[in-house]
């Protein structure tokens, strides 16, 4: 006799919270090997990750697991589509599904292609030598076309790729929102540039004692809602955030002595993330109810705090004074508007991870772009540098140089990332209108954010979008919040209203 | 047809690599949870380890597993008996055989009490009240008497529960060494309380600044051998050594602003932990072949840094120079002999692990005859309190105040962890007459020392004893190294030589 529909259900919960709680040990392994671990561990470290992750695929691909949970699909527990079963069979069911339409050979081939790409494009990089990395790269399109393949899609191999960082969404809606932003954020920064004005951005430049920064970045994280005693902040050359249980989220940082914007943004920036996981229902940890909806989201509540929050006129109105305390040096003879224009400069560069709030969203329109023409066979590897200094010098009216600053800059379609990049400016566009959705519900933050409020922001975040794990797609959240399905337009207002005073442009 | 032995041994060493690797993940957990760890990450963390543990037992308990050891035994391959495969399959058998013999029921009896006594014990010592422990007490007693018949045993049940610290080691051996010990220990102590002289040991706990305190120990770990490419030194409450992987090895220590001691000779000890971890044969990691050989031989290495080196007279005439020059303000006005003379100061005192190099082994002797009273019946748990009074009056001619100075002291015993005390002494024993026989060896150790040069030391005890693994049992190591068996007098040798001169005795 078949088991009742809640007692497969438990039964599933249970197999997939121990593989979770695998997945959170592999975590450890990876914080500890980023912050802590000697170099020398290195080689052990990779076998006891090997190992953990052979068991993990293994609890995801198993046969009873998916025979439990394809069973469920068609239980009264599968409705209504937003109740909790239903949220969970179907979550799980679509990591299943994927992990087990991936033959072993071609995840195995992706593996070593990554590796290898990694290895070839730093040597590239390093040597602006774009030929050299070439084949790898041609191999790896041709690899991840197969996945797509292999995965299935409903319109085109990118919504494949593209479903993994950003569950349930097409190509064809992310591409048009984001030509929408195109449209106007280009001519938006060309006259930005035109523009006669430009910040002092040298005083960002000045000595910034490291232990100085690291409390106020703590402070100001704290301030804003990052819970430091159910988490951590430490050093690490690529920052990041990883939670390593339902109550210890981790974030990391660097600091540079005469840079103020890269640690205390990017403090910002990963407390972002760390409060959204510290959001989320510790109860279902790292299982569908008790997790992040999807990389863009994500992204959304990183960038909310760091671009919305942090780089605004009234958070500035409340931590500037005690900015210039901790700063006497640095900023003793700096105004506060001078300061606020500083670290809202414009202005076209050529690498994506040092670009500003506005023009980041440039860097990621050429990559989408060519990422898709790429996977669709439109562009061949061989054309690729021509055909991004074409887009940069369409997007941003500059050229790179060489390569190295142009198409060898990032490393992820090396590691076989293609798809990622999207997500990015679907971050930035989720922010803005989850921000001003924000300010109209919670009437004016302008007002708070200079008193020092920060609370009720979080909380609006926690309970509108935290609080609910992946109950709803990214887009089904966006329009229960804001009313309307995602658009470039509350991106782009809020990037006019800011800019237009600070540039003199209308 | 059965397997040829040799398959059955690689099968049976990969099925025990595995399992290795499993549990120096379980350390990656520990080391987190003691150094980084928000406090709110530890329901989780208890969760993470608790899955991990029941992996690692189903494999050392795995039936297959035990199947194959049994056969390997009666193989070729079991022979000779020091031969790289014999001691594989030997010192595996003996773990498979202990986890098997042990029920299931006993051993979640044995973990439950053990949460519940450290509770109780902890709250008794708080409130000086050894009724309250009691019966938890006598509970941990009962329990350790049915693990140790369900061992087995060769001559008494003490003997079952010091196998899981000093493998092979038997109590009537070890009794008959300490007692030897005793005997002239007792009158040793007496004589230096009578002396009239003492160290000023206030030089002591002057103000050593933290940061400073930190780079001298690291310098210090480092000059005697402590590779900290291959290692971290970091804070925690309550020290330690672990090994992460086999180029992985982390060690801690606690600050103390007001007190040099502490934590300098704490990263002595703690680093000749980590100096036998890494001079472990690194391709067995966690393997017969790589693992240490037992707790006694382990203490050894990190006694003979901390006293045998730490604190003799030639090593600080080669470090105090820079000592002075690091601590200005505390040793400025202090001489080297008053420096020698307060490092080794030997004063019969309340608290095990205050202890001096001297009476810290009466404080051993007190422990170990209680516990075998204890465990043999001779000993109501009712009457433990007097005991330990009456012996502290005995042995080092001071009687505790209250029992929380007393017999409720130690975590030890409320955790369920008989047998483990003596093994404290041994390792001081071994250290002795290790240290004896190196110094004939290199021909003058005190010699290098002060010209600081370490390095002959360290790779002679690699040699002797880090290369070995658990090749030798420890009463066959110390034979083979010393050409004698475990014996008293290098140990009273060494401290008479040391104390007679200081404290003006024969």
Redesign the interface.
């Known amino acids: 006799m078949a088991d009742d529909p809640q007692t497969l259900h438990d039964r599933v919960c249970r197999h997939a919270a121990?593989t979770a709680?695998?997945e959170?040990?592999e975590s450890?392994?990876g914080?500890?090997e980023r912050t802590?671990?000697?170099?020398?561990?290195a080689?052990?470290?990779a076998?006891?990750t090997t190992?953990?992750a052979g068991m993990i695929h293994g609890r995801w691909t198993d046969p009873a697991f998916g025979r439990w949970l394809a069973e469920l699909s068609d239980s009264p527990l599968a409705e209504p589509p937003h109740g909790d079963t239903a949220v969970t069979i179907r979550r799980l069911k679509r990591l299943h599904d994927r992990k087990v339409r991936l033959p072993t050979a071609l995840v195995e081939e992706l593996a070593r292609t990554a590796v290898l790409g990694q290895q070839s494009w730093e040597d590239a990089r390093r040597r602006d030598d774009f030929a050299s990395f070439r084949p790898l790269l041609e191999k790896t399109v041709q690899l991840k076309r197969q996945e797509a393949e292999a995965l299935g899609y409903p319109q085109c191999p990118y919504d494949a790729l593209l479903d993994d960082y950003e569950p349930d969404e097409l190509t064809a809606n992310v591409a048009a929102v984001l030509a929408g932003l195109r449209e106007r954020l280009v001519p938006l920064v060309a006259e930005v540039s035109q523009s006669g004005r430009r910040p002092d951005v040298a005083i960002l430049t000045r000595s910034y004692p490291v232990d100085v920064q690291e409390a106020f970045g703590r402070e100001v994280g704290a301030k804003i809602g990052f819970d430091?005693?159910?988490?951590?902040l430490d050093v690490t050359a690529h920052p990041f955030c990883d939670s390593?249980?339902?109550?210890?989220c981790r974030i990391t940082t660097r600091y540079d002595e005469d840079y103020f914007s890269g640690a205390f943004f990017g403090i910002l920036h990963e407390a972002g993330h760390g409060i959204y996981d510290q959001g989320l229902p510790g109860g279902h940890?790292r299982l569908p109810l008790g997790e992040a909806v999807s990389l863009g989201i994500h992204e959304s509540q990183s960038r909310l705090w760091e671009n919305f929050v942090g780089r605004s006129r009234s958070f500035w109105e409340h931590f500037y004074p005690r900015a210039r305390r901790q700063f006497p040096q640095a900023l003793g003879d700096v105004s506060p508007e001078a300061f606020y224009f500083a670290v809202n400069e414009v202005r076209p560069s050529l690498i994506r991870v040092e670009a500003d709030e506005a023009t980041y969203n440039l860097h990621i329109l050429v990559r989408f772009e060519l990422e898709q023409a790429l996977l669709d066979g439109d562009l061949p590897v061989a054309d690729l540098p021509g055909a991004w200094n074409e887009k940069y010098r369409q997007y941003l009216g500059i050229e790179p140089p060489d390569d190295a600053q142009g198409v060898l800059q990032d490393v992820h379609w090396s590691a076989g990332l293609i798809g990622y990049f999207p997500t990015y400016t679907l971050g930035n566009l989720y922010a803005a209108q989850l921000f001003a959705q924000a300010d109209a519900d919670l009437g004016g933050l302008a007002a708070q954010f200079a008193g020092g409020q920060f609370r009720p922001l979080r909380d609006w975040l926690r309970e509108k979008i935290h609080r609910q794990g992946q109950r709803y797609s990214a887009a089904e959240l966006i329009e229960r919040i804001t009313g309307r399905p995602l658009s470039p337009m509350p991106l782009v207002e809020h990037l006019r209203a800011k800019l237009g005073p600070l540039y003199g442009i209308s």
């Open positions: 121990q709680m695998l959170s040990i450890v392994l914080w500890d802590m671990m000697p170099t020398a561990g080689e052990y470290r076998e006891q190992l953990l430091f005693d159910r988490g951590r390593l249980g339902p109550h210890d940890y």
